[in-house]
């Protein structure tokens, strides 16, 4: 009987983890990124992901930052920037794949976004003028690959 527990147990996790990843059609994979911002760093916790909705799971610390995804074929650190060092998101050779502001404190925030193949670069994009601090400048910037 013992046994038999573990078997049922076993199956009616394996139908959990079926239906968790059902919703997300046309998908072989649900892909999930935890993303910690500091200062002065964006730290995903793996560096490629496959194609179509991609999760991010972001965690800031208590400063103000926010994640933005770039399309991009640059390195993490060559992206174009504005006399501040400030990434021109509509400069050349990057396209904005995804933003997401307003991050809150102290928890960690959930946002999508549909990344088709490609190279990518994390950032933090928020200048800080009080500061004189360009956050992408100053080191929060980190690759990601979709396959
Ligand atoms: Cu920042």
């Known amino acids: 009987m013992k046994q038999s527990g573990k078997q049922n147990f076993a199956a009616a996790v394996f139908l959990a983890f ?9 998908q072989s994979s649900f892909e999930a990124v935890n993303v910690v911002l500091t200062e002065w760093a964006v730290t995903p916790d793996k560096s490629t992901v ?19 995804v770039m399309k991009t074929a640059l390195a993490p650190g060559s992206l174009p920037v504005d006399g501040d060092g400030n990434v ?3 400069g050349p050779g990057v396209m904005l794949a995804g933003r997401a502001g307003g991050l809150a404190v102290g928890t960690a925030s959930r946002v999508a976004f549909e990344l088709g193949p490609g190279d990518y670069v994390l ?3 928020i ?16 690759a990601l690959r979709v396959e």
């Open 50 to 68: 496959n194609a179509g909705p991609v999760t991010f799971i972001v965690t800031g610390p208590s400063d103000a930052h926010e994640f933005v």
């Open 127 to 142: 200048w800080d003028a009080a500061e004189r601090e360009a956050h992408y400048s100053m080191g929060m910037r980190a």
């Open 123 to 125: 950032i933090c994009n």
């Open 88 to 90: 021109d998101e509509n």
């Open 18 to 26: 079926s239906i968790y990843c059902v919703p997300v059609a046309g």
